[in-house]
């Protein structure tokens, strides 16, 4: 583990994980209070504002790292000379992977 990208990819995921994790229980908060709402035929509360603002301030971390972790140059951002983990070849492969997948999906 004395590669810069790995240890850089390693410490982006720990960062994302960390903020992701709180989030599932906020979303899981914020859809009760909009089906309150909606049975009520009332406005949103200020709960779900409060919630909302504390998902976006989680979130945007999380999403920032993982965009970091999967840079197709990863390693001259991070000042390595070491090869990227996710290479143009193995992205292509994994558009093929996950596009397959997807129109499997939507036929079945």
């Known amino acids: ?3 810069a990208w790995l240890q850089w990819s390693i410490g982006l995921y720990l960062v994302a994980i960390a903020c992701w994790l709180p989030v599932v229980s906020i979303q899981i908060k914020l859809r009760n209070l909009a089906e ?13 504002w409060r919630y909302f603002r504390i998902w ?18 990863q390693g001259s951002i991070l000042g390595s000379s070491s090869p990227s983990i ?6 292509t492969r994994l ?12 036929h079945s």
């Open 36 to 48: 309150q709402a909606l049975r009520d035929h009332g406005p949103l509360p200020p709960a779900y």
């Open 86 to 91: 996710s290479s143009p070849a193995l992205s």
């Open 56 to 73: 976006i301030a989680l979130g945007m971390p999380a999403f920032f790292a993982f965009v970091a972790v999967f840079l197709p140059d």
């Open 95 to 106: 558009y093929r992977c996950l596009s397959a997948r997807m129109v499997s999906s939507v």
């Open 1 to 3: 583990m004395t590669a």
